[in-house]
């Protein structure tokens, strides 16, 4: 429905609120979280999210593993957030 800003508010819920919610859907509402910043072109937040997946998850993980290919994708397309 392209309200980013309140999906991110959602995300952050399921992150910081969601003490029963399991690694999986933390680290799926981090992934979501930073597509939605990459959609309002706020590139560092978005770099940023997909670095904190692979320090979490491992880089060699299959969620490290598609961080990795967001943040290589991303080396384009930073510029400064606006």
Do not use: H
Not at 18 to 43: F, H, M, P
Request: hydrophobic share 35%; proline share 2%.
């Amino acid at each position: 429905m392209r309200e980013y800003s309140k999906a991110i508010e959602a995300y952050n819920e399921v992150r910081f609120y969601g003490t029963g919610a399991s690694a999986n859907w933390i680290t799926s509402a981090d992934y979501q979280r930073a597509q939605c910043y990459e959609v309002l072109k706020q590139y560092s937040l978005a770099k940023s999210m997909y670095e904190e997946i692979i320090r979490r998850e491992g880089g060699d993980s299959p969620f490290g593993i598609e961080a990795r290919k967001q943040l290589d994708r991303l080396e384009g397309l930073l510029v400064p957030d606006r």
